[in-house]
């Protein structure tokens, strides 16, 4: 089944298109890179298969229902650009709020998923700390971490890593590997062209336009470049001279 | 000490405020808006206090004299007043219905008291819930004794006993409240209407603020909750504490300001909740108008002052021009200080105000129309 599929997807802000009739398809368990500069396009995608703008005409379907639609918001996680958490509220509180926004009503499901998802991002022990008091890498930690408190199938991820260290940036990426192998579908956004080689299947976009999609040997074969970089530029001239 | 430092610090602030046409716009021409409004309401002069006139004055003598009369024509012919004859049911009437500030009665033996010297005795009753209106009407009356006195000794003349000189008593009584409220007791009710709008409003679109700002609005936006869910989890959430912050007040000025007031809590709560909802929504609705918690105090000059001017907490509503009644009257505050007032200094119950009740709940659902327009899940 196709988790995500869209059809000549266009999001125009006025005069600007930020989505240009952008068709994607994307298979169950799949990690999918999301690549482009700033600007290209990437949360706009994003923010309409998550439900929360409208798309101006196409259509976008997310477990084969056309979006927004409120039912399947519980199989989706969403990890935004900013850290979004309570900064007045501990890391506990933070997950627990969200785990029962998504529908884990169950006080002792609830409390048993918290745990287990703050062993997985490696917080456990600061399960109590007020979310002010944590360091730019542990918030990044957390906010992931409500991103998946609730088992998601699906999972938006968008640009998880800016701004990370190194280290950090690498159990990330275990993170979201572990994720693909339990089976969630992983869309995560980049203007890092190296770490996204860790993804299944990319997407190169510009100006809202998908210039390229396939695996990174695909993509460096066909643009007949030698890193994934240098084959987005090949890709972005082709388009332009086209 | 450097010169260009300081110098290139003072034009950064300079541009940044040429920048923000608002804040700049709120600099100049707020103060001249609060200050004429201010000017309006507290200028406003208390004219024509509509009173009810109940004489019951049998007279004395033949040819008949009637001191009854004489007061009578003077209080017509006084600026200050516009009175009705009536009996004393409507009268009575009238100023339970808040149709009239006062009631002026001349009893049976008036004339009869004003000729043995003793003073005739002349009632009157305030409706008491305004200290506003109350001291009108009294300082109006004072006004006027000596003209009273004045005609009656010349109506006399020759009449006049000898050695007894014409005597008028004056009695007043209230309807609610009574000389032992102090101006405080008349406020008590509006400080609570008027914290709770305050800090509940405030407390919202800061709130609403940073939950746009930090992004948690976006992360709740992508759960499944509703709309009308936030709406509600908010409204209670504040409600909750400003229940516990009205339930303080009430008791600090009931126990150590002394403050009376008579109603039942359960119902002064209602009135809150209702406010609170018209507050929250508000709160909702307008943060989105704001980029940062320092706009959001802008919002006190622009939807706080005006409510606490012209909502009738200094001056009586009715008592202001034309125009200002108009803009009190799109103010919840408004409203709620008519309600409370009524429930806590007047002792009515809930239905008796009615439609003060049906106005803010039509408030609440403006506003919560308001912010749910607002509360898309299409936020920047």
Not at chain 1, 224 to 232: M, P, V
Not at chain 2, 205 to 226: D, H, K, Q, Y
Request: charged share 20%; net charge neutral.
């Amino acid at each position: 089944m196709k988790i995500v599929e869209t059809k000549g997807l266009t999001k125009k802000f006025g005069k600007i298109k930020a989505l240009d009739h952008l068709s994607l398809q994307i298979e169950e368990g799949e990690n999918f890179g999301l690549l482009g500069p700033n600007g290209s396009g990437k949360t706009t995608l994003i923010r309409i298969l998550a439900g929360l703008l409208k798309a101006s005409s196409g259509e976008a379907r997310v477990f084969g229902k056309k979006v927004p639609n409120l039912m399947i918001l519980k199989d989706i996680g969403y990890m935004t650009q900013l850290e979004a958490l309570y900064q007045d509220l501990t890391v506990w509180e933070n997950l627990n709020f969200f785990a029962t926004l998504y529908g884990l009503y169950d006080r002792k499901k609830r409390e048993l998923r918290v745990e287990e998802v703050l062993k997985v991002i490696d917080l456990a022990d600061r399960k109590n700390s007020l979310v002010e008091t944590l360091s730019g890498g542990m918030k990044q930690r957390v906010s992931l971490a409500c991103a998946l408190v609730h088992g998601p199938r699906l999972l938006f991820l968008d640009e998880p890593t800016v701004g990370i260290d190194p280290e950090l940036r690498l159990s990330f990426w275990n993170y979201f590997s572990i994720l693909s192998k339990q089976g969630v579908t992983l869309i995560i956004s980049s203007h890092n062209l190296e770490e996204a080689q860790k993804c299944h299947r990319l997407g190169f976009l510009k100006e809202g336009k998908l210039i390229a999609t396939g695996t990174s040997q695909e993509l460096k074969s066909v643009a007949k470049a030698s890193t994934l970089e240098e084959a987005y530029l090949n890709f972005a001239r082709e388009d332009e001279l086209a | 000490m450097n010169w260009h430092r300081i110098s290139v610090l003072i034009f950064r602030i300079i541009k940044q405020f040429v920048r923000d046409k608002r804040t700049l716009a709120l600099i100049f021409l707020v103060p001249a808006l609060v200050l004429s409004l201010m000017a309006y309401v507290i200028g406003a002069e208390i004219s024509e206090v509509k009173i009810a006139l109940v004489n019951q004055d049998k007279g004395l003598g033949k040819p008949q004299f009637s001191a009854g009369k004489i007061v009578e024509r003077l209080l017509e012919g006084e600026d200050d007043f516009e009175t009705t004859n009536t009996s004393l049911e409507e009268a009575e009437e009238l100023l339970r219905a808040d149709k009239v500030k006062a009631l002026v009665q001349l009893p049976p033996e008036f004339s009869t008291g004003v000729m043995a010297g003793k003073g005739g005795k002349i009632n009157i009753k305030l409706e008491g819930s305004d200290y506003v209106y109350n001291g009108a009407v009294i300082s109006s009356f004072n006004k006027i004794r000596p003209k009273i006195f004045e005609e009656l000794k010349n109506m006399l003349g020759n009449n006049q006993p000898q050695g007894v000189s014409p005597g008028v008593e004056t009695e007043v009584s209230y309807l609610h409240g009574g000389e032992n409220l102090t101006i405080s007791d008349y406020f008590g009710p509006i400080y609570i209407a008027f914290f709770v709008f305050f800090f509940v409003f405030l407390l919202t679109v800061v709130s609403f603020i940073r939950e746009r700002s930090s992004g948690t609005l976006e992360r709740i936006f992508a759960t499944p909750l509703r709309r009308g869910e936030i709406i509600l989890g908010y409204t209670f959430g504040f409600s909750l504490f400003a229940l516990v912050q009205s339930l303080i007040i009430l008791l600090f000025a009931a126990y150590v300001l002394d403050i009376h007031f008579v109603g039942a809590l359960y119902q002064i709560f209602i009135v809150e909740v209702l406010l609170v909802g018209v507050a929250v929504n508000l709160g909702i609705f307008l943060s989105t108008f704001a980029k940062s918690e320092f706009q959001a105090v802008q919002f006190i000059p622009l939807v706080l002052i005006p409510q606490i001017l012209l909502s009738g907490i200094f001056w009586p509503v009715e008592a202001m021009p034309r125009f200002l009644q108009v803009l009190s009257a799109l103010f919840p505050l408004t409203y709620a200080n008519v309600a409370l007032r009524a429930l806590m200094i007047k002792g009515l119950s809930l239905t008796e105000i009615a439609p003060e009740i049906a106005t803010l709940f039509s408030f609440g659902l403006l506003a919560l129309f308001l912010s749910i327009l607002t509360l898309r899940r299409e936020v920047a």
